[in-house]
């Protein structure tokens, strides 16, 4: 899948990584809010449907990075929106609603991620979601209808009451307008409950479908247990969230380890092998800058200055930064005695 911008001439180059200026702020619902972006310098905002941000924000005097999907589509590129619920107990969720205003400034990362139906293309799609985990389905949604793209989807997102619906309006007149796009409403208020007769009556043919998957850690523990269940082939099952644990800090393991030097810090660690550095890190109680710790954010983004690592990321780093010796400390596992900027 591909898409183009409508420009005249040279098309701008594409942005990355860099200052956005907010452009408009949007009310969705009584607690989620649409912040709309616009690059500082002429640029197209170029992305897959589905990917993500990472915001670098400076709250209070320090310094905090968050994941963020981006609800805008590719197939309008002149501007970056995400959709943030205000989370009660989250610092970046409050500090985004109550700060920031048209003309604020933020830096980002990104766009990153491999949670896209671009990378995976399919005549059938099953989106399944639950509170504001609809941002990246919204994103695909929203493409495949300005492309008016022929692909028949089932779009079944679940919500505690109906005035909680994310973009109810929208998907209402996607759904409308669009014959190949199916919309169902999940409502707690109501004891709906999504289950395997709702998937039945709303995409008969769900096990042949692609299914993307995204919301809260119980949701789509529950939406894998009952695709599971059914029979469905789990590798075309794709899920994203970014209701992050802290990093898992393993057991020690007998044998050969390494040492792992951090500059910055003055701290010199053991490392295990297969072990990931920020993992080892927790244990020995050195707290690093993390995010997702699943390979994605590129929060742990540091630079490798001595020694070679094993790392397998899911898209949090770019070829030419691993070139250039940067690493993500959240999977990538020593090789040998390390030294690390940090």
Not at 73 to 102: F, M, N, Q, Y
Request: aromatic residues 8%; charged residues 20%; glycine residues 8%.
């Amino acid at each position: 899948m591909t898409t183009a911008a409508m420009t005249t001439g040279s098309p701008p180059p594409a942005w990355s990584d860099g200052l956005l200026v907010c452009k408009q702020v949007h009310d969705v619902t009584a607690d989620v809010r649409t912040f709309v972006f616009e690059p500082t310098e002429p640029r197209l905002f170029r992305h897959d449907p589905g990917q993500f941000l990472t915001l670098l924000l400076d709250i209070d005097g320090r310094p905090v990075e968050r994941c963020y999907t981006l609800s805008s589509p590719p197939t309008r590129p002149d501007l970056a929106a995400i959709t943030v619920k205000r989370v009660p107990a989250g610092l970046v969720s409050h500090w985004l609603h109550d700060h920031l205003t048209p003309g604020t400034t933020v830096r980002a990362r990104g766009p990153l991620g491999q949670f896209s139906l671009a990378r995976h293309p399919a005549p059938k799609y099953l989106f399944l979601s639950a509170g504001s985990g609809v941002t990246p389905m919204m994103s695909m949604t929203r493409t495949l209808y300005d492309l008016a793209h022929p692909v028949d989807v089932a779009f079944l997102h679940s919500a505690r009451s109906f005035d909680d619906i994310i973009f109810r309006r929208e998907l209402d007149f996607i759904a409308a307008t669009a014959p190949h796009i199916r919309v169902v409403h999940v409502l707690d208020d109501r004891g709906e409950q999504l289950n395997t007769e709702l998937l039945r009556e709303t995409a008969p043919d769900f096990l042949e479908r692609e299914v993307f998957t995204c919301g809260p850690a119980g949701y789509m523990e529950a939406v894998r247990r009952m695709l599971s269940t059914a029979g469905f082939d789990m590798a075309r099952y794709h899920e994203e969230s970014f209701t992050f644990d802290a990093p898992a800090v393993p057991e020690h393991h007998t044998g050969p380890g390494y040492k792992v030097e951090f500059t910055r810090s003055g701290r010199t660690i053991d490392c295990d092998p297969g072990t990931p550095i920020l993992a080892a890190a927790s244990r020995a109680g050195l707290t690093l800058p993390a995010s997702c710790a699943q390979g994605m954010c590129g929060t742990c983004k540091t630079t490798l200055l001595a020694g070679s690592v094993d790392m397998q990321h899911n898209g949090g780093i770019r070829p030419r930064e691993i070139a250039n010796n940067k690493i993500l400390l959240c999977c990538a596992k020593p090789l040998d005695h390390l030294v690390i900027d940090a």
